[in-house]
């Protein structure tokens, strides 16, 4: 065996050492596309020919994978076989992660207390699920849908409804949700999908001594 041969062997066992590593950690690293091949398209990380199959481009369904040559992708490897010098990689695993890290962000800025308007998606025995877009959802139990005892969340709402709701909790990265707060709420609360609490002052929450005696005459 040449000893060139010998050299290309050694790094080509390195390279996969390294890559299996990689997968390991669930490193997310970027190529760039080279070409398109049947059911997907190719790359090479560290020297090794890598395939990414079209369903593992996006979280979006891919039609037409030419248009992703040169496109530079996030990735992760998901199989790494030496033996069969099989390398495979996804973008769907990380873009779903992305997406869902973004969510959990949105949802955790979130504060108690803020009036938000959306729509009602599903209803279920223990209450209404409320998107309330960009993918956020939140529950409003039964108990807080209405001042007044019900059996079924249908006797409120149905699906498609457009309702206001306020924020009475957020915490593992879930929603919970009230109506029936805003029931017994100033009108500009359920008017307006505004949280009021951050217009209320000190100064017009009290009323002076000399507003009471305002008008009284004293001999």
């Given at each position: 065996?040449?000893?060139?041969k010998?050299?290309?062997?050694?790094?080509?066992?390195?390279?996969?050492?390294?890559?299996?590593?990689?997968?390991?950690?669930?490193?997310?690293?970027?190529?760039?596309?080279?070409?398109?091949?049947?059911?997907g398209?190719?790359?090479?990380?560290?020297?090794i020919r890598?395939?990414?199959?079209?369903?593992?481009?996006?979280?979006?369904?891919?039609?037409?994978?030419?248009?992703?040559?040169?496109?530079?992708?996030?990735?992760?490897?998901?199989?790494c076989?030496?033996?069969?010098?099989?390398?495979?990689?996804?973008?769907?695993?990380?873009?779903?992660g992305?997406?869902?890290?973004?969510?959990?962000?949105?949802?955790?800025?979130?504060?108690?207390?803020?009036v938000?308007?959306?729509?009602?998606?599903?209803?279920?025995?223990?209450?209404?699920?409320?998107?309330?877009?960009?993918?956020?959802?939140?529950?409003?139990?039964?108990?807080?849908?209405?001042?007044?005892?019900?059996?079924?969340?249908?006797?409120v709402?149905?699906?498609?409804?457009?309702?206001?709701?306020?924020?009475?909790?957020?915490?593992?990265?879930?929603?919970?949700?009230?109506?029936?707060?805003?029931?017994?709420?100033?009108?500009?609360?359920?008017?307006?999908?505004?949280?009021v609490?951050?217009?209320?002052?000190?100064?017009?929450?009290?009323?002076?001594?000399?507003?009471?005696?305002?008008?009284?005459?004293?001999?």
């Open positions: 065996m040449s000893e060139e010998k050299e290309t062997m050694n790094g080509d066992a390195q390279a996969w050492d390294k890559l299996a590593k990689m997968m390991e950690n669930k490193e997310v690293f970027t190529v760039q596309i080279l070409e398109t091949v049947k059911a398209v190719v790359t090479y990380v560290e020297g890598a395939f990414i199959p079209a369903s593992q481009l996006s979280d979006a369904y891919v039609e037409d994978t030419s248009e992703w040559i040169d496109k530079d992708v996030e990735v992760r490897i998901i199989t076989d030496p033996e069969k010098k099989r390398l495979v990689l996804s973008g769907k695993e990380v873009a779903r992305r997406r869902r890290e973004e969510r959990r962000r949105r949802i955790d800025a979130m504060q108690p207390g803020t938000l308007e959306g729509t009602v998606q599903t209803i279920k025995p223990y209450g209404a699920f409320v998107d309330l877009g960009d993918g956020i959802d939140g529950l409003v139990h039964i108990s807080q849908m209405s001042q007044k005892r019900i059996n079924d969340p249908s006797e709402v149905k699906e498609g409804d457009k309702v206001k709701v306020r924020i009475i909790k957020v915490a593992d990265g879930k929603i919970s949700l009230s109506m029936k707060i805003l029931e017994d709420a100033p009108v500009q609360d359920r008017e307006e999908p505004v949280d609490s951050l217009y209320t002052t000190k100064e017009n929450a009290t009323t002076s001594l000399a507003d009471l005696l305002k008008g009284f005459k004293f001999d």
